[in-house]
């Protein structure tokens, strides 16, 4: 019977760099992922300086950096005039960027990592089925191989973390589930060769039809994103990618080389808070946690963040000896309330960025148009940049945190309302 002290269930990003962190601070630790080979798609895109800060950790930020596309610049437009932009000096002087990397590449350096740390602990190709935990014992998980006829095994860990994304049957403890909030907004985006010849700007186009996003990625593509209304876009991919282009040339004039599509999707937006993410022995975080809109791309950041604060409790825990409910553990207690409120600050943003975006009639757009080209051309544009770079999510770390390979891990530390 396989075994590990703590067993995350889930191998994307928030799963691969929680496994990575617990090794490299000597955790016995397993991931097991559902998902028989890494993903090709780029979905998640957006890195922000508090992102980059938790890769710290595990020291692969510079391999990061190198890979990504920094944004320096933020445009607003609307009707072919340029609002105003921003830049990000002041909310982040040491990191003045956001940067933008396709999902499976950011996987692909914290898998490197992960086997690096603790060879063998991620498992391809395993699906959870059942979680078991009844105490006093270990926790009994009941693993089943994806393959055809694959076999069944029971797993047993002192701690499980679920991390298995928006979407997954993870095992979460029960009354983490939350309320789900549909929003009635749908979207269709693409990946195209970059035609702007600005690879360092992200351009938000708030037309009277609904938004238009364009984001620089590494190797001269450009992602696209536009506001398509109420019903998600139905069609084949090739047709899809044709209807993206349509939409942004119709609204902004851009013209995209449809041939070089190398993605494109379409997806509608809802929210999910869970209740509580700490029972027994078990924790939820990441999107398994706070499902939010993807507008503002602040999903991967927040799992890192709640995965980087877990860590040193769950260390603590575990040389502790551990064994009891985590939710009688004070300084658990204040994870979860902490996290949960940075996931409320960060929904509320999502929900605020998904309202702006809608369509709306010229009347509204022209009077939006005066008022964000005011606030634009005003000091108030570095607490717009903040805003949008998650600044209100970056927490120092402090002395007096756990010891393990020669370095600090700091202690659990609010990752709301702290500046740097």
Same mark, same amino acid.
């Given at each position: 019977?396989?075994?590990?002290?703590?067993?995350?269930?889930?191998?994307?990003?928030?799963?691969?760099?929680?496994?990575?962190?617990?090794?490299?601070?000597?955790?016995?630790?397993?991931?097991?992922?559902?998902?028989?080979?890494?993903?090709?798609?780029?979905?998640?895109?957006?890195?922000?300086?508090?992102?980059?800060?938790?890769?710290?950790?595990?020291?692969?930020?510079?391999?990061?950096?190198?890979?990504?596309?920094?944004?320096?610049?933020?445009?607003?437009?609307?009707?072919?005039?340029?609002?105003?932009?921003?830049?990000?000096?002041?909310?982040?002087?040491?990191?003045?960027?956001?940067?933008?990397?396709?999902?499976?590449?950011?996987?692909?350096?914290?898998?490197?990592?992960?086997?690096?740390?603790?060879?063998?602990?991620?498992?391809?190709?395993?699906?959870?089925?059942?979680?078991?935990?009844?105490?006093?014992?270990?926790?009994?998980?009941?693993?089943?191989?994806?393959?055809?006829?694959? *076999? #069944?095994? /029971?797993?047993?860990? %002192?701690? !499980? +973390?679920?991390?298995?994304? @928006? &979407?997954?049957?993870?095992?979460?403890?029960?009354?983490?589930?939350?309320?789900?909030?549909?929003?009635?907004?749908?979207?269709?985006?693409?990946?195209?060769?970059?035609?702007?010849?600005?690879?360092?700007?992200?351009?938000?186009?708030?037309?009277?039809?609904?938004?238009?996003?364009?984001?620089?990625?590494?190797?001269?593509?450009?992602?696209?994103?536009?506001?398509?209304?109420?019903?998600?876009?139905?069609?084949?991919?090739?047709?899809?990618?044709?209807?993206?282009?349509?939409?942004?040339?119709?609204?902004?004039?851009?013209?995209?080389?449809?041939?070089?599509?190398?993605?494109?999707?379409?997806?509608?937006?809802?929210?999910?808070? *869970? #209740?509580? /993410?700490?029972?027994? %022995?078990? !924790? +939820?975080?990441?999107?398994? @946690? &706070?499902?939010?809109?993807?507008?503002?791309?602040?999903?991967?950041?927040?799992?890192?963040?709640?995965?980087?604060?877990?860590?040193?409790?769950?260390?603590?825990?575990?040389?502790?000896?551990?064994?009891?409910?985590?939710?009688?553990?004070?300084?658990?207690?204040?994870?979860?309330?902490?996290?949960?409120?940075?996931?409320?600050?960060?929904?509320?943003?999502?929900?605020?960025?998904?309202?702006?975006?809608?369509?709306?009639?010229?009347?509204?757009?022209?009077?939006?148009?005066?008022?964000?080209?005011?606030?634009?051309?005003?000091?108030?544009?570095?607490?717009?940049?903040?805003?949008?770079?998650?600044?209100?999510?970056?927490?120092?770390?402090?002395?007096?945190?756990?010891?393990?390979?020669?370095?600090?891990?700091?202690? @659990?530390?609010?990752?709301?309302?702290?500046?740097?």
């Amino acid at each position: 019977m396989p075994s590990c002290e703590v067993l995350v269930v889930g191998g994307g990003p928030t799963g691969l760099y929680l496994g990575a962190l617990l090794a490299r601070h000597g955790v016995d630790v397993a991931v097991l992922e559902r998902r028989a080979e890494p993903s090709s798609h780029s979905r998640a895109i957006g890195l922000h300086p508090p992102a980059l800060e938790t890769l710290d950790e595990l020291d692969v930020r510079e391999e990061v950096v190198a890979a990504g596309a920094r944004v320096h610049t933020g445009e607003a437009r609307s009707r072919g005039r340029l609002l105003g932009s921003l830049t990000f000096e002041r909310a982040w002087p040491q990191n003045p960027f956001v940067l933008t990397l396709p999902q499976q590449r950011t996987e692909a350096v914290l898998e490197r990592r992960l086997a690096e740390l603790a060879p063998g602990a991620l498992r391809r190709g395993r699906e959870v089925l059942e979680v078991h935990d009844t105490g006093p014992g270990p926790v009994r998980v009941l693993v089943r191989d994806t393959a055809p006829a694959g *076999a #069944e095994e /029971t797993w047993t860990a %002192r701690v !499980v +973390v679920a991390a298995g994304g @928006a &979407h997954a049957d993870t095992g979460e403890p029960a009354g983490t589930t939350g309320r789900v909030r549909t929003y009635p907004d749908t979207y269709l985006m693409g990946d195209v060769t970059d035609a702007t010849g600005d690879p360092g700007t992200a351009a938000i186009h708030l037309e009277p039809e609904g938004v238009v996003e364009s984001f620089p990625l590494p190797g001269g593509v450009r992602r696209w994103v536009v506001h398509t209304g109420r019903s998600p876009e139905q069609s084949p991919g090739q047709e899809l990618a044709q209807r993206l282009a349509e939409i942004v040339a119709r609204r902004t004039g851009a013209v995209l080389d449809v041939g070089s599509t190398s993605m494109v999707s379409a997806f509608a937006v809802r929210c999910r808070l *869970a #209740e509580r /993410t700490v029972a027994g %022995r078990r !924790v +939820v975080l990441g999107d398994a @946690a &706070h499902e939010i809109s993807p507008i503002g791309g602040q999903g991967m950041t927040l799992g890192w963040l709640d995965a980087r604060e877990l860590v040193p409790l769950l260390v603590r825990e575990l040389r502790g000896g551990g064994g009891h409910d985590l939710a009688d553990v004070p300084g658990l207690r204040a994870f979860q309330r902490r996290r949960l409120s940075a996931a409320r600050r960060a929904a509320w943003q999502a929900g605020v960025n998904t309202r702006l975006g809608r369509p709306v009639p010229a009347v509204v757009c022209g009077a939006r148009d005066g008022l964000l080209r005011a606030v634009l051309a005003t000091p108030a544009r570095h607490g717009l940049a903040g805003a949008f770079s998650m600044r209100w999510a970056g927490a120092a770390q402090q002395p007096g945190g756990v010891q393990a390979h020669g370095r600090t891990l700091g202690p @659990a530390v609010p990752a709301t309302g702290r500046g740097r």
